[in-house]
């Protein structure tokens, strides 16, 4: 199988159901930032911590169906993969977790730290601008709004992933100065 097809040559592309639209359209801005999020996710793997790593792969497959969501035009196609309520479940239990493991946040926090924790800053910002372009497509076509919650829990839990490698990693947090 050839993986060029020369289809998008003239700024079209096609969705699940087959149907072509425009490169510059919404539903393929959203799904190709989180395909960008879902590549900065991958650079933060290996991270040193077998536990953050595990729940980054399955992260990494989720934001696969989030994709696979925003292509299909039709929000109900039982057939076509769906982010579902135990995705977004799956992430606040992470989160809840490792909330037990870490000091109560009492101001902002600068992003960066160690390695893994600025990748982990840096995922959860790309995430954050794949939440704004869904929200742009779901104002006009129809979504899974599990999708867009989907990302919208996944920010917060990469913030919260950024916060555990950093303590792990004995990086301390810093604060902005106003």
Do not use: C
Not at 68 to 81: L, M, R, V
Not at 97 to 115: H, K, R, V
Request: aromatic fraction near 6%; avoid cysteine; charge should be negative.
């Amino acid at each position: 199988m050839k993986i060029y097809t020369g289809r998008g040559d003239e700024g079209m592309t096609d969705l699940r159901d087959m149907s072509r639209v425009s490169k510059t359209s919404p539903r393929i801005e959203a799904y190709g930032t989180v395909d960008e999020a879902n590549t900065v996710v991958g650079m933060v793997r290996p991270s040193g911590h077998d536990d953050v790593d595990e729940k980054l792969e399955a992260i990494q497959n989720v934001l696969h169906i989030v994709q696979a969501d925003f292509a299909n035009p039709d929000a109900e196609d039982a057939d076509a993969p769906h982010v579902t309520e135990a995705h977004v479940d799956e992430l606040e239990a992470w989160m809840d977790a490792y909330d037990e493991e870490l000091e109560p946040l009492q101001n902002f926090i600068l992003p960066g730290g160690s390695e893994a924790g600025a990748h982990l800053h840096h995922a959860r910002a790309v995430v954050r601008r794949a939440e704004r372009r869904a929200v742009e497509l779901a104002s006009g076509d129809p979504v899974n709004e599990l999708a867009v919650a989907y990302l919208n829990r996944l920010s917060d839990a990469l913030f919260v992933f950024a916060r555990v490698v950093n303590q792990r990693d004995g990086v301390p947090e810093e604060s902005p100065t106003y």
